[in-house]
């Protein structure tokens, strides 16, 4: 049972522009949420977190929105580069589950030049 | 600070075969915690490590098993390999210092079984 949920499979934007990944989750004991980027044969790499008392975050490019009564969250990327087209993955944890992180399918992002 | 790494990066078995991969963490980590990526299932947790001690498990069979060192270090072992297993297996490590914790993945390592 998915309970982490990236309904877009790809994303395609150009360059400069503003770039929204989405996420959705069921479970309503998680209370940690993550963001990581994946090139192919590579591990992911950790982008940005945020926490359930917070509603955003940000960290230079990337701000993370929390939305916890629609149970969605949504990393922004402004101004999107080229460099930043890879796979894009939410994942979600639950404190009292430890570090077991649930993961979305991932979303392509396509930065055109 | 160097980051988590993976050995082997690649390895091919054949079905009913075993096979380690092992995952040294973040120096100053403690927790190590192991994920499967196939196309068809994605990102799959399998287990944690804490202290030597296994203190999560995701859905796998019990032939998938892991353990850690004192040093931190972790390997993971499958048992009688299937075609199925054929994945990308993933190490993350984190500090585990309670409450909110960020893992860090190291690069993978590719596992093709014929």
């Known amino acids: 049972d998915q309970q982490v949920k990236q309904n877009s499979p790809s994303l395609s934007v150009q360059e400069g522009r503003i770039s929204i990944l989405n996420c959705d989750y069921t479970n309503s004991m998680f209370d940690y949420f993550l963001w990581y980027k994946k090139y192919p044969a590579e591990g992911p790499t950790f982008l940005i977190s945020?926490?359930?008392?917070?509603d955003k975050n940000e960290d230079g490019r990337f701000t993370v929105f929390l939305n916890k009564s629609a149970k969605h969250l949504s990393l922004h990327i402004v101004p999107s580069q080229p460099g930043d087209s890879a796979v894009y993955f939410c994942?979600?944890?639950?404190?009292?589950?430890?570090?077991?992180?649930?993961f979305g399918a991932g979303t392509i992002l396509r930065v055109k030049s | 600070k160097a980051g988590v790494t993976q050995t082997p990066r690649y390895l091919i078995k054949t079905r009913g075969q075993q096979v380690t991969l092992s995952c040294s963490p973040i120096?100053?980590?403690?927790?190590v915690s192991w994920y499967q990526q196939t196309p068809g299932q994605g990102l799959q947790f399998l287990f944690e490590y804490f202290s030597e001690t296994q203190r999560n498990k995701g859905n796998f069979p019990g032939r998938f098993s892991g353990r850690q060192f004192s040093n931190s270090r972790s390997e993971m072992n499958v048992s009688t390999l299937e075609l199925g297993d054929s994945a990308l297996y993933l190490c993350a490590s984190s500090l585990r210092t309670g409450g909110i914790d960020t893992q860090y993945f190291g690069p993978g390592t590719r596992l093709t079984v014929l």
């Open positions: 945020i926490s359930s008392i917070k």
């Open positions: 994942a979600a944890s639950a404190s009292q589950y430890g570090n077991k992180l649930d």
């Open positions: 120096s100053g980590h403690r927790s």
